[in-house]
């Protein structure tokens, strides 16, 4: 159990372009989905919390009319990069809680590539 | 700020050994922390969760220990595996202003188990 899945596992796209990414927790009920980034050689970074039918909370420094979040069901979360420039390139996760309790699922993310 | 050091960003280990790795925090009191596993080009995989009034954890040859005081945790493998060779992750809980309850990372260690 616990299984999360994300869509696409890998993205090419043009600078200026918009980019969806799909969050999703298989086979269980996700209370709060959050999004993470990974530059190489780098660790994991929180971009934001999304909790459902709720507005995310962004960290500081993440630009949230830039990195659109979406968390519409109890299974699914959306994290859509628009005007994408080169530097957002980056390896995109997303992690999944149930409810009442603390750890977290992640997917296997997502690679994006602005060219 | 919080801070999180991994003792090393890589470690090599003979087949059949135990591998340490540490996780040393400051400026910080995590309710708990976790353990994760992470191949190249995938997400973090859950390993083990320890809360701060607990000394020890174990799952099958993996065992975790937190000590509050000295702010570290230590992560064990025994009797290793060349299947065991992946970067291990060490994560806090964040409790930002936002209310948002993420992780925050380390950089990790790479292990190598050497057959």
């Known amino acids: 159990g616990a299984v999360v899945s994300q869509h696409p596992s890998w993205v090419i796209c043009k600078s200026g372009t918009s980019v969806k990414i799909e969050c999703r927790s298989l086979d269980f009920q996700a209370t709060t989905m959050f999004w993470y980034r990974q530059f190489p050689k780098q660790s994991l970074m929180l971009m934001a919390t999304?909790?459902?039918?709720?507005?995310?909370?962004?960290e500081q420094g993440v630009e949230k009319d830039k990195f659109l979040i979406n968390h519409a069901s109890l299974t699914l979360s959306t994290l859509t990069v628009t005007s994408a420039h080169p530097e957002d390139s980056s390896f995109y996760i997303c992690?999944?809680?149930?409810?009442?309790?603390?750890?977290?699922?992640f997917g296997p993310g997502t690679r994006l590539t602005v060219t | 700020s919080q801070k999180i050091e991994q003792n090393s960003e890589a470690l090599n280990i003979q087949e059949g050994k135990t591998a340490t790795l540490t996780c040393n925090y400051t400026n910080y009191s995590p309710a708990y922390l976790q353990w994760y596993r992470q191949d190249p080009g995938r997400g973090p995989v859950f390993l083990l969760l320890i809360r701060e009034n607990e000394k020890e954890k174990r799952k099958e040859r993996l065992k975790v220990t937190f000590d509050t005081t000295l702010k570290q945790s230590l992560f064990h493998i025994t009797a290793s595996q060349p299947a065991d060779s992946a970067t291990y992750l060490c994560a806090l809980d964040i409790k930002s202003g936002g209310g948002a309850d993420g992780l925050t990372f380390g950089k990790g260690t790479h292990l190598i188990i050497q057959p």
């Open positions: 992690s999944a809680r149930r409810g009442g309790r603390d750890e977290q699922y």
């Open positions: 999304s909790n459902e039918g709720s507005k995310a909370t962004y």
